[in-house]
């Protein structure tokens, strides 16, 4: 099982890819997705954007446009005009993605208890 479909990990955002894609493609798109998601970081803390647990939702439609629901640590983060860029950035360049963009959410507020063990071992917060 790849990492993206651990259902344990409290990091791990909704991830809906349409199910007429063949299972080894929805794998696939799913990982590079992720992998794409795990190089963008925000530049005030060592940690990627999705072991902090920023990204909610992931949903891709038929014709490969990715929507992406993702907060913030705090509102007021000084990234905040950036980083949707980035991360648009990084999901586009993913093969057979058409397009990808991101939504802003702070409902429900970021708290570290999303956070993945390896984002908690960066940041040296057990």
Known sequence: MSEANDVNAPNRPDI??????????????TDDIVAALKSVYDPEIPADIYELGLVYRVDV????????DMTLTAPGCPVAGEM??????????????QSAKVNMVFDPPWDQ??????????????
């Open 61 to 68: 439609d038929d014709a490969r446009n990715v929507a992406i």
């Open 16 to 29: 809906d890819i349409p199910s007429a894609l063949e299972p080894a493609e929805i794998d696939r798109l």
């Open 84 to 97: 949707p860029g980035w991360v648009e950035n990084a999901v586009a360049a993913v093969p057979g993605v």
């Open 113 to 126: 208890s999303r956070m993945s063990d390896e984002a908690r071992v960066a940041l040296d917060m057990w």
